[in-house]
């Protein structure tokens, strides 16, 4: 009889399963596909997962090795999501095994049972009385017995410290046979009466048409795009239906962006709901994101929230998927595995059959023109929900005007006014650091970072110069490293310099800076917000971590110090970034009561795209930067796909990428695909980075079908090509980013 072939999936970068033999005594029967195996692969030993049983392989029969060990018995792993797993490789032509990495919580990468955590449990045992004669001169294990003898339950060995058990007391306990010890799965939490724990609010009528729309296609797949403005009650939608959603008896998954992970938008979901939430971010440790994404699976957990990652959380009864801020760029991993949690999120919705909810007051273009197309049915909330009112945009030209730390003269008179009349003001720069150059004002040197071709951001409250791309940091100079002269000049603004100018001009009023540096310890953004939620007068100055999901209703005044990067960039996305990052952080004033005003300051006063996005609103831009968009051949109206290649020689990674393009070239031919250009490959915008030298090819291609054709026949060239051996690259699908 022939020997059992397993093809496993492997934690390699290579495109390819790989073949061994079952493990010493385990039979056919007990190998499932899905379940993990631990198996030496070259000089390691590593986690894999059972793909299929084969009765032969290419590999001699000397030379396949056997399994080591057989780790699950059921394949932890349900069927659905090792379904999106596969189609995840296939279509961002990533390894497989690879893929299963980081779709897999850590602990099951690295072993772990999957199971819930076993918990031991303190009880009393069984006949113990507190007046046992033993426990006359023993007052705290008296203590400790009463303690366990008022939990019927039992007590988790996590919560001795919190219930003031002492460890050494229970031993003796433990010893003289009063108390017992139980391993035993931690319990599901339960839950009694109905599903809402605070009232709702009644819907307003673009509220309830939405709301209706997607209720009735429950059940089904179904693609609905909510757009609504800012502050429009989109988050009362999505809460109200995943209460539907609970009622039938099926689970949700909500992802939102990594700037969205305050403790605000998540105590929102908490509050609504008598529910089991399971989260899943990056705040959350392997152990917990195992237990979460268990419980999940199992049907424990009503209501998943999470980041990108979370997307790949199995439910046992899924019932519906909403992605809030659907136009973030966080869903976009950028590196391994370059997927994309929308997308991705709309094929799961499809294959487990699902409505899926993408939310957003500036949706992205893909999305917008799949509602178009009528791929999405397009839900319009166009007014602010109860009674607030939309911000009013003024442009200031500041083009022969002098800028104090970036900020102008009638600026720096709006804020006063603002202040003066109690009321709260948002600065919004989206450039940490003091200075994005420091300038020998003798003899032009610069801060350019030794290892990319970048300055260095000068931090000068660390006295530091950092490279925001490498993360390369060193002392401030004193004097000029080239001329020796003392005369070193910040140039440009960062957050800092407009936080240490606008404390100069306003000292009577707190400052706050809400950036990556000012965030970075734990609790300070809950500071922070404490501070804003006082109401008082105060200037919160900061980048794209205050546009969005936070609600200040003491703002009536956004500042915008400077939108002119979006309006002349090179990259085709970045007028589109622009344009959704003035409306979120506009989006933040005049949440309550009073109106909102929001002034941009711009050489550029008068370009079309910020004339349009300002006085027409986020769809009359859209529309332009659309049907611009269908002019030049771009996305959505074409599909892209990006390889970057880096290495340590110059001319090294472009070498690579030109003999791949002749690659590409020649299949091309062979499959006679029509429509697909290859352009470069080209230095890559910031050619040298952290030391190497990068390149890129991008292929353009007006189908998707003949692009992924192109794709699968190529990529196993590319992995076999000796030249590549020097080269670090990577295939990025659908990238958000080209530089
Ligand atoms: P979005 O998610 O679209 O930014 P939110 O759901 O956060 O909007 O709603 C903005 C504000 O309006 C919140 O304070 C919310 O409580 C309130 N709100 C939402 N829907 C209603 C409604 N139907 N009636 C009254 N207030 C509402
Ligand atoms: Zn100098
Ligand atoms: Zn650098």
Redesign the pocket.
Known sequence: MPDTILRLALPSPLRRLFDYKAPAGVPRDALQPGARLRVSFGRREVIGILVELADSSDVPADKLKPALELLDRNSPLPAPMFKLCLWTAQYYQHSLGDTLSWALPVLLRQGEPAAARQERYWHMSEGASLDDPRLARAPRQREALRTLAQHHHGVPHAMLGKLLLNKDSLDLLLEKGLVRVEVQRSKPLERHGGWLAQPE????AE?RAAFTAVQSGMGDFGAYLLY????????????QLIRHCLEAGKQALVLIPEINLGPQTLE?FARRFNARIALLHSGVNDRERLDAWLAARDGEADIVIGTRSALFTPMKKPGLIIV?EEHDASYKQQEGLRYHARDLALVRARQENLPIVL?S?TPSLESLHNAHAGRYALLR?GQ???N?QPPRFLRLDVKSLPLDSGISGPMQQAIRQTLEAGQQVLVFLNRRGFAPTLLCHDCGWISQCPRCDARMTLHQRHHELRCHHCGHVERTPHNCPDCQKVDLRPVGAGTERAEERLNILFPEHPVLRIDRDSTARKGAMDKLFHTINKGEPCILVGTQMLAKGH?FPRVTLVAILDADGGLFSADFRASERMAQLIVQVA?RAG?AEEAGKVIIQSHLADHPLLVQLTEQGYPAFAEQALSERRGAGLPPFSHLALVRGEAHKPGQAEGFLDQACTYAEQLRDELKLAGIELLGPVPAPMERRAGRFRAQLLLQAGSRASLHRLLAAWLPILEAMPSGRAVRWSLDVDPIDLF
């Open positions: 609010l009644p819907l307003n509220q609504g403005v800012t502050g429009s009650g989109k988050t009362e939608v999505y809460l929102r809030d939310g007051a909330l602010r929900a109860g607030a609600h989006g949440r």
